[in-house]
């Protein structure tokens, strides 16, 4: 019985990516049509965003097996700056981010660009790359989101860095919590759960069952932490490991 639902996996996991595929030929071809028309009036590139949303949200659409609810979408911003920061547990998280369904750019790294179709739209909605490690990629990302959050445009970053392997919160570090108090825009948490089950670090075996939920919690003022990154950095991830324990604990 276990042999037979680890084929049934195998053979799910070929025909999702097989599908991913096939449909991101497609529809990479209709995000360049929608940039170069778009380019002329939509200098941030929102409408372009708002259709990689549905994009990365079909492979939920179309899997009876994977079920995602978001719940306090209204408090993300349609227009104005923001850091929304994420816990990272796998590359699932970036499907179901995507369903938050507001403007924003990711920071992601590198080597997320150089993919084919989905890296190259990436480009195309001027997401933000960085190089882990290399410091001059650091300054470089900070540059670009500091513009980004100069136009009223929001970013969305995973503080941890990498996906946690078990489950648990890792360490953050400081960018996105040098950004918000040097442009004096909130921090947005966004908490998420069972993603770990859609494509588990090192792997890409897709799991059966999946029930990913997202949670936006009340954005958080850096005002009032006085200048103090490491301050401001720890209580929003203590509010985000207290959030996640509590969603774990209703599952």
Known sequence: MHDRVGIIRILLSISFWIFLALSSAALFIGALLLWALTRPFDANGRVLHLYSCFWAQLYFYVNPMWHLRVEGRERLPWKGAAVLVANHESLGDILVLFGLYRPFKWVSKAENFKLPLIGWNMRLNRYVPIIRGDRASVIQMLAECEHWLSR????????????????????????????????????????????????????????????????????????????????????????????????????
Do not use: W, Y
């Open 152 to 251: 009223g445009v929001p970013i969305l970053m995973f503080p941890e860095g990498t996906r946690s392997h078990d489950g648990n919160v890792k360490a953050f570090k400081d960018g996105a919590f040098t950004l918000a108090i040097q442009q004096r825009c909130p921090i947005i948490p966004v908490v998420l759960t069972g993603t770990a089950r859609t494509m588990p670090k090192h792997g890409l075996i897709i799991q059966q069952a999946v029930h990913a939920r997202v949670r936006v919690l009340e954005p958080i003022d850096p005002a009032g932490f006085a200048g103090d990154v490491h301050a401001l950095r720890d209580h929003v991830r203590q509010v985000i490991v207290s959030e996640k324990a509590r969603m774990d604990a209703e599952r």
